[in-house]
T-cell receptor, first 112, second 116 residues
Framework: DADVTQTPRNRITKTGKRIMLECSQT?????MYWYRQDPGLGLRLIYY???????NKGEISDGYSVSRQAQAKFSLSLESAIPNQTALYFC???????????FGPGTRLLVL | AQTVTQSQPEMSVQEAETVTLSCTYD???????LFWYKQPPSRQMILVIR????KQQNATENRFSVNFQKAAKSFSLKISDSQLGDTAMYFC?????????????WGAGTKLIIKP
């Protein structure tokens, strides 16, 4: 079984709709991250969380919100989706010692 | 601000050849981490190799090795005996753990094609 899972894997939605992307991990890591990837670019950090009570904005948090429901779950919401939020979204986890991030399989989102 | 530059948008080599992907970064810090990640067509982001800046020895993982030149701020990835399964996008990433809240700064990637 994968250590970091993301649902859904693919999603098509319309402008103005609210959607949620979910991430779960079985690695036992405290830290979780949400990134987006656009064609020809590296990843950009949206939000990150170092534990259940700690949520921090990343480089491009506008238009997004997150919820850390438990140590193992970290959800990303688009309150009112817009076409320029079309991208590949990754969840990642890391632990305190290794400082290495491990990624889920990604969610491809298309906003029409 | 830290930046990561991958100057080769695309490379292609024959199977079994050796290929080197370039990465340079800009930082004034002394303690940091560098990573290479691989993204195959399946789009999964897979860690290839990790280097701590305080270690002079270059990291190796099987056919993958790095040439870490701290003074030159260069971190190239060498793939030996390349295989068809090595076809992927390769991303170089930089992390300054203490002040950056462990944020990774990414290069734009190099598309590597291994030809049979």
């Amino acid at each position: 079984d994968a250590d970091v899972t993301q649902t859904p894997r693919n999603r098509i939605t319309k402008t103005g709709k609210r959607i949620m992307l979910e991430c779960s991990q079985t690695k036992g890591h405290d830290r979780m991250y949400w990134y987006r990837q656009d064609p020809g670019l590296g990843l950009r950090l949206i939000y990150y969380s170092f534990d259940v009570k700690d949520i921090n904005k990343g480089e491009i948090s506008d238009g997004y919100s997150v919820s850390r429901q438990a140590q193992a779950k970290f959800s990303l919401s688009l309150e009112s989706a817009i076409p320029n939020q079309t991208a590949l979204y990754f969840c990642a986890t890391s632990d305190l010692r290794r400082e290495t991030q491990y990624f889920g399989p990604g969610t491809r989102l298309l906003v029409l | 601000a830290q930046t990561v530059t991958q100057s080769q948008p695309e490379m292609s080599v024959q199977e079994a050849e050796t290929v080197t992907l370039s990465c340079t970064y800009d930082t004034s810090e002394n303690n940091y981490y560098l990573f290479w990640y691989k993204q195959p067509p399946s789009r999964q982001m897979i860690l290839v190799i990790r280097q701590e800046a305080y270690k002079q020895q270059n990291a190796t993982e099987n056919r993958f090795s790095v040439n870490f030149q701290k003074a030159a701020k260069s971190f190239s990835l060498k793939i030996s005996d390349s295989q068809l399964g090595d076809t992927a996008m390769y991303f170089c990433a930089f992390m300054k753990p203490l002040d950056s809240n462990y944020q990774l700064i990414w290069g734009a990637g190099t598309k590597l094609i291994i030809k049979p």
